[in-house]
């Protein structure tokens, strides 16, 4: 079975329904989409009944100069190996979107992961907002781009202090010495 | 072993001597394997550096452990357990820091989720630098922590005591609240 052929047959029913603004083969046997954040659950409800029954992840991506973040939904096909991706761009602003637990019961812990490092609230699941990786998180969450690891990590996990005259003079001892080479 | 004569008279000071010598014979460690430098530990305890020749052995449980091994970097959530690990060994205990992680945060000096330096919250009684540590350096360490307990030089635990809210404020500072809340075993 050729299953590029398949996706490209899959892809025309698709474009037929909904509106997909980009399809791409990014790898063989990948397809990607990108469609509009209102399709995504049926085309998800559709690729399902299609033979897309494995949820592999749901991801998130910060795009931080669009203003927009962009969820990843990847599936993946058992009987011909096809992996399955589409992508939805939502606001950056309060960002909320919908729950898929009702096609992709699994998809409950990632969409808690991704309300945990990105703030993407989704409705009808009941528990994304609860805590899972983090154990009291006490800043913004940790993987959108305008959040400084350095600086919170300066601020609350205190590094030893060096003194620094001491290591430049074991150096140049070293160098003196003849243990290590200066670099030229 | 420098027992001398006049501890001969100080029962306390002997028999403390003589207990460390004994502590040092026979280490039993608890290796809480949280980072990579996990990986040296089975060629040195396996038959090629064979690390029960030292009198040391792996041990499963806190309460039977001396030794606690932090092999690695400590994420937030992990150094939660860590302590609460610690505190349930018996005195006397020692702890070993494993690789450059434990030292001053290794390659994730910068993370979010990764503490910077062990010894600000739990007493460290030995480094083991290298990322990772070749087994030649762990039993190098072993061998050093042996004597050190045998002299009597291994105090973390005392200092743990004995400065208990300098740790307990550190703790606090970097995590919040030491308590586990673990919603699987609710
Ligand atoms: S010091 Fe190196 S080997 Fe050890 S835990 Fe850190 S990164 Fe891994």
Redesign the interface.
């Known amino acids: 079975m050729n299953s590029t052929n398949d996706a490209k047959e899959l892809i025309r029913i698709l474009e037929k329904s909904f509106d997909i603004k980009d399809f791409t083969t990014p790898k063989k046997n990948e397809i990607s989409i990108v469609v509009e954040q209102n399709n995504l659950p049926t085309i998800l409800t559709y690729l399902k009944d299609k033979g897309w029954k494995q949820l592999s992840l749901i991801t998130c991506v910060d795009w931080i100069k669009e203003n927009k973040f962009e969820l990843v939904y990847v599936l993946f096909n058992w009987s011909n190996g096809t992996t399955f991706v589409a992508k939805t761009k939502i606001e950056r602003e309060n960002p909320e979107y919908m729950s898929i637990i009702d096609i992709f019961p699994g998809a409950k812990y990632y969409e808690r992961d991704i309300h945990e490092f990105f703030g993407v609230k989704f409705e009808g699941n009941l528990d994304s907002e609860k805590p899972l990786f983090l154990e009291l998180w006490d800043d913004k969450p940790p993987m959108r781009k305008d959040f400084d690891p350095l600086e919170y990590s300066k601020r609350k996990f205190p590094d030893r202090k060096y003194d620094v005259e001491v290591s430049k003079n074991a150096v140049k001892d070293a160098i003196k010495e003849g243990e290590i080479n200066e670099r030229t | 072993m420098n027992i001398f004569e006049e501890d001969l008279n100080d029962t306390i000071t002997f028999w403390e001597k003589i207990k460390n010598i004994f502590r040092g014979k026979s280490l039993w460690m608890l290796h809480y394997c949280t980072g990579c430098g996990a990986v040296e530990l089975p060629p040195t305890m396996t038959a090629r550096f064979d690390m029960e020749r030292l009198g040391m052995g792996p041990m499963a449980t806190p309460r039977q452990a001396d030794v606690l091994l932090i092999t690695g970097y400590l994420s937030?959530?992990t150094l939660?357990r860590v302590i609460y690990t610690y505190e349930q060994m018996m005195t006397p205990k020692y702890l070993v820091g494993f690789g450059s992680c434990t030292?001053?945060?290794g390659i994730y000096?910068?993370?979010?989720?990764?503490?910077?330096?062990l010894d600000?919250y739990l007493p460290v009684d030995l480094y083991v630098a290298g990322c990772m540590p070749r087994p030649e350096a762990i039993m190098n360490t072993f061998k050093t922590l042996e004597n050190m307990i045998t002299k009597g030089e291994a105090n973390g635990w005392k200092k743990y005591v004995e400065n208990y809210d300098w740790y307990r404020n550190?703790q606090i500072?970097?995590?919040?609240?030491v308590y586990?809340?673990d919603?699987f075993h609710e």
Do not use: F, M, Q, T
Request: a positive charge.
């Open positions: 937030v959530k939660r030292i001053n945060g000096y910068d993370s979010y989720a990764v503490i910077n330096r600000y550190n500072r970097s995590l919040g609240e586990v809340k919603e």
